[in-house]
Structure formats: structure tokens, C-alpha cells
């Protein structure tokens, strides 16, 4: 049986047509969704959401196309595009009874809690971001040299076919190397956790590869129109990184200022994987959001 978060009742909540998300869910109180990164599962909030919900209703799914969740063959670009998949969290939250709801996102988890920020605002109260630029802006941000630390970005952009068969031909290496080279230390991820986010990234390669060909095509398209409509995030937003943005020469802060009236802009010294390394930290700005 693969790990899952103690004291959560797990269940599978159709979305969208034919995809079902797989979701734990436990606590009671205001609702709050978080979503995972890559190369993970909802696993990653195993402390976060344990701690929540002491006073929260806590909903933890994995992404279309990731861990237990369905995993649709990408008919077109829209089908893992940030905003589809921002329409499965609402239409989840709607499905367990909570028309308005916070959110937050780490990593690729945060793109699609930033494009429902943007897409329905009636439903997001508050928002948090951990460790990611919006998509138009890190585009923007990686060039020269520097865009080395992205690599992965830009082999998944390719067309089908080679990025899918090189990845499936070392999937344990490929993801295990993110797993490996972005955390601060060997002791946040236990291995029984570590074997669960590589068993499932090697059955997922061509839709988290889908996912990320959507954020070099569509999701650009998509923030590029808001950017030039001004749409802006209405409700209150935390955003905490790593300090990437300094050692790449870029204003982190300030890129994030442009969508957000209402921000909180941190930086801390854990490592990428942030909700597992430092859960205390994320808790406590996670409950400083809620009260804005």
C-alpha cells in the first residue's frame, strides 16, 4: 500500500467529464486546498495539512495527471493547461460542499492555485505560492547560462515523442536527480516517501510531460492576455521562496508585485521542497494568511 497522510479519508471526485482526482481530506472548519509540486504527490503536505487541520477542513489532492489522479492523453494543449486544471480544483472544492475556499500551491501546484486565483476570484480567498514565478515571468527570467538550472523546462517543451521515450528510459534517474539536487538536505523526504513520488512519476512520464509542454504554449498565452488586460490577483496572497531570484539576477518581489496588490513576499533558508523540510515555517505563514 503507498503512503498516505494519517487521520485523511481518501476518495476519488470526478472533475471534468471522464477525470476523477484522488483527494485525502480531513479536519473540519474553513476549507483549504493544497497542491503538490514536482517531482511529488499530495504526500508533500503530509505535516502541513496534519497541523491545519486542527481548526480546517484540509482537501489534499493529487493533480490531473499526477500520483492516484486520472492521467488523460493530452488531446490538445488545453488539456493540462494551468487553467483546465484550475477548473478541476474549484469544481473539486464544489463536489465536497465548499463553494469558497483558500488555496495553496507549491511548484507546479502553485501555477494552477495562481491561474484560479486569476480565473475565479470568487472562489479563492486566499492564495499562497511557494517557490515559483508565474509562468510568464520565469520564461522572462531564464536566459544565458543561468537558464542551465531549468534544463528540465525546456526538454519537456519539446514536441512528443523524444521527451517522453528519453524520460521513460530513466525515469527513476530523471526524477530522482530533482529530488536529489533541489532539497537542503537527505533528511526531508523519508525513502518510503521517496519510492512512492518515483513509483508514481514513472507511471505518469507523458502526462507531467504534457503538463510542463502546456506551460512553454498555453499557459504563456494565457498569462500574456491577462497581463495585457491587467488582471490582478483580488484576494490576499503569501508568496515564500528560496532567494533564487537574487543568485539569477532578478527582482522575485518585485515580478510578484506586478499581479498582486495585496502581498506577503518571504524568503527562507530551507531548500525547494519547503512544505516537507521546514513544514513550521509554511504552517505558520499559512495561518498569517488566513488571518488577512
Not at 487553467?83 to 480544483?89: K, L, N, P, Q
Not at 474549484?90 to 480565473?119: I, T
Not at 527562507?268 to 504552517?283: D, K, L, Q, R, S
Request: proline share 7%; aromatic share 8%; with cysteine.
Amino acid at each position: 500500500m503507498p503512503p498516505t497522510i494519517p487521520d485523511f479519508e481518501y476518495q476519488r471526485v470526478p472533475v471534468d467529464g471522464d477525470v476523477a482526482l484522488n483527494v485525502a481530506v480531513g479536519g473540519a472548519g474553513r476549507p483549504i486546498v493544497l497542491l503538490h509540486g514536482f517531482p511529488q504527490t499530495h504526500l508533500m503536505w503530509r505535516h502541513v495539512a496534519a497541523d491545519l487541520a486542527r481548526d480546517h477542513t484540509v482537501i489534499v489532492p493529487d493533480l490531473r495527471g499526477y500520483g492516484g489522479s486520472d492521467k488523460p492523453a493530452a488531446a490538445d494543449a488545453g488539456t493540462f493547461s494551468k487553467r483546465t486544471m484550475a477548473a478541476d480544483v474549484v469544481a473539486l472544492a464544489r463536489r465536497l460542499g465548499h463553494e469558497r475556499f483558500a488555496l495553496a500551491g507549491h511548484d507546479r501546484g502553485a501555477l494552477v492555485a495562481f491561474r484560479a486565483g486569476l480565473d475565479h476570484p470568487d472562489r479563492v480567498s486566499h492564495l499562497a505560492v511557494l517557490d515559483v514565478l508565474p509562468t510568464l515571468d520565469m520564461w522572462d527570467v531564464l536566459h544565458g547560462a543561468s537558464a542551465a538550472v531549468a534544463f528540465h523546462l525546456y526538454l519537456m517543451a519539446q514536441p512528443p515523442g523524444l521527451p517522453e521515450r528519453l524520460i521513460a528510459a530513466s525515469a527513476d534517474e530523471f526524477f530522482g536527480y530533482f529530488l536529489d539536487q533541489w532539497g537542503a538536505g537527505p533528511d526531508a523526504i523519508p525513502a518510503g516517501v521517496r519510492a512512492e513520488y518515483l513509483r508514481a512519476c514513472a507511471a505518469a512520464v507523458p502526462s507531467i510531460v504534457a503538463d510542463y509542454r502546456a506551460s512553454a504554449g498555453i499557459d504563456v498565452e494565457h498569462d500574456a492576455a491577462d497581463r495585457a488586460a491587467g488582471r490582478r490577483l483580488a484576494m490576499p496572497v503569501t508568496v515564500v521562496q528560496q532567494d533564487w531570484g537574487a543568485a539569477l539576477g532578478y527582482d522575485a518581489a518585485g515580478l510578484w508585485k506586478a499581479w498582486v496588490p495585496d502581498l506577503r513576499h518571504t524568503t527562507t533558508t530551507a531548500g525547494h521542497f519547503m512544505a516537507e523540510e521546514a513544514p513550521e515555517v509554511i504552517v505558520a505563514e499559512l495561518r498569517t494568511l488566513l488571518e488577512r
